[in-house]
């Protein structure tokens, strides 16, 4: 069998991975790719397959990055089905029309300036029709029940507890009588999360493919409920707003967790907790109904305690963009929680806009922020930005806590690996920025005695049995290759003028000394282009 790595490979978004049997064609997940733009140019590129010659989707959760582009397949000519749990297939249900319509509101604008500039149209890279065409292929599956795909391919849906309906995946495959068992691990969940299960814990399989967002860190300990209260106590003291960035769907619902224990607790004071995100407040409604998924504890709380843990009488939701706007004049500090979590779209933008000029507000982060994300450059401390096309000064606290992440640390992915108790015949590294797959396949190489192997955008690993070997993708873009090759010229030039300097005195003589030192940091800046291409 066949498998390619189509996303997040070497970067955390873009999950997708084409499994090859004999004929058949699985995808495993069709996710979008977020952050900077030379990343997002992936989802306009054609796919590395022809998409009616998929035979299924086998999708792991709902969020964007790992179901983005099922509407785009689904539009380029896929005709078979999404095998997806009953809570993703839900929650895909009002996410992959959101993500259309920001599609085509981003298309719109990028119109508008174009024909003043006199450029071509551009289309969407999907409509809403596109969206709900492509839902009508979803097809639930339950959890621990094994689907028989074909005669030889087999596989398990178990819950990852990353959020609510969310999978890593068994698959068996049959190849001349012998059988190899794959485990997609999807996004693993960190355990004792609030509502939702711990991931399972499986002890078999021939191979793995991990994801390692957090491999080279440790999520803090700490109190959560003490630090996110002293956060609240000191803003309301400041007599201001506190604008949480939340993903949509999982972030937001455990932020309403604790948020209801605070204030029921009476460890913040009483005032308006507010969802202002059309899709958080959808999501909630199907977190709300969909009470089987939920761990012991939120059972208990719920049926026992009969006190629901998503909801407080403080909360309130906004559904129209008009009582959004009204926020901006509120006169007494609120809690905002409103997406995108990253700060890329969204009512956020808005009231980033109205917030971060103010000494007085906090902006807290709750989740993982990706590369080139307006997210990722608050923070990291930048004093200035631009929000919807105005030049914001960064005055507010700017607060970032990564505990309340839905992605397994270090630890937790080695101790789930550690769970495997026959002998892997290889883990594969995916969903994590280098320097984090990186520094988790020395310490799988350490402590496990595993080969590893991290995969780049293309790569196709074969695999026969327990035996595997790489193809590794070549430079396909025209113009990274032309890049590459400008930078060996640069490359050959640089060594002959180093030599020529070095003839002509070099460090004897200050001048030269000089332009050798010049000479030296453009060669490293263009050895870490080279590195990053
Ligand atoms: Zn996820």
């Not at 992936?42 to 964007?64: G, K, M, Q, S, W």
């Not at 398990?156 to 507890?161: L, M, P, Q, T």
């Not at 009470?291 to 049926?303: F, G, R, S, W």
């Not at 030049?391 to 990564?402: G, M, N, P, T």
Request: hydrophobic letters at 40%.
């Amino acid at each position: 069998m066949k498998l390619t790595f189509l996303g997040a490979a070497g970067m955390v978004t873009g999950s997708s991975y084409l499994l090859e049997v004999g004929t058949q064609k699985i995808l495993v997940d069709c996710g979008m790719f977020q952050g900077s733009k030379t990343i997002t140019a992936n989802n306009r590129r054609e796919f590395l397959y022809d998409p009616t010659a998929i035979d299924c989707v086998i999708l792991t959760h709902a969020h964007i990055d790992h179901s983005g582009l099922l509407p785009k397949l689904c539009k380029a000519g896929f005709k078979g089905m999404i095998y997806a749990t009953k809570v993703t297939n839900e929650l895909c249900g009002i996410m992959l029309p959101d993500s259309a319509h920001i599609q085509e509101f981003d298309a719109e604008i990028e119109n508008r300036k174009g024909k003043r500039a006199g450029r071509k149209p551009v289309e969407p890279l999907y409509s809403i029709d596109d969206a709900r065409i492509c839902l009508t292929h979803f097809s639930p599956v339950d959890y621990d029940t094994v689907v028989t795909l074909s005669p030889i391919v087999k596989v398990c849906f178990r819950d990852a507890g990353h959020i609510l309906g969310s999978a890593m995946i068994e698959v068996w495959v049959t190849e001349e009588g012998k059988t190899t068992k794959l485990v997609f691990s999807g996004d693993l969940g960190q355990p004792n999360q609030p509502i939702i299960k711990d991931p399972t814990l499986i002890d078999e399989a021939d191979y793995i493919i991990v994801e390692t967002t957090y491999g080279n860190r440790l999520h803090e300990d700490y109190d959560k409920e003490e630090k996110l209260a002293s956060i609240i106590n000191a803003s309301v003291a400041r007599g201001g707003n506190i604008i949480i960035p939340s993903f949509a769907v999982g972030r937001t619902q455990t932020m309403l967790y604790y948020l209801h224990n605070l204030l029921k607790s009476g460890r913040i004071p009483e005032m308006p907790v507010i969802i202002d995100s059309p899709l958080a407040i959808s999501a909630t409604d199907i977190f709300l109904h969909n009470t089987q998924d939920y761990d012991t504890e939120a059972i208990d709380m719920l049926y026992k305690d009969h006190d629901n843990p998503l909801l407080m009488p403080q909360l309130r939701f906004t559904k129209t963009a008009e009582e959004s706007r009204a926020l901006n004049e509120l006169d007494k500090p609120a809690i905002i929680i409103s997406a995108s979590g990253m700060c890329d779209a969204g009512r956020i933008l808005h009231h980033l806009k109205h917030n971060l000029w103010r000494s007085e507000a906090s902006i807290l982060f709750i989740g993982y922020q990706a590369q080139g994300s307006l997210g990722r450059r608050l923070v990291e401390g930048a004093r200035k930005v631009k929000v919807l096309g105005e030049e914001i000064s960064v005055k507010a606290k700017i607060h970032s806590l990564d505990g309340f992440s839905a992605h397994a640390d270090q630890q937790q992915l080695l101790t789930w690996l550690s769970y495997f108790k026959t002998k892997l015949a290889n883990i594969f590294l995916v969903h994590g920025e280098s320097e984090a797959s990186e520094t988790f396949a020395q310490i799988i190489k350490e402590k496990m005695e595993v080969s590893t192997y991290i995969p780049n955008l293309g790569d196709v690993a074969t695999l026969t049995g327990r035996v595997w070997q790489v193809e590794e993708a070549e430079v396909t873009s025209p113009a990274v290759k032309q890049l590459h090759d400008y930078l060996d010229v640069l490359d050959r030039e640089y060594i002959e003028q180093r030599k020529k300097l070095e003839q002509m005195g070099g460090a004897d003589n200050s001048k030269i000394a000089e332009i050798m030192r010049s000479l030296e940091k453009v060669h490293s800046y263009m050895n870490k282009t080279l590195n990053g291409l």
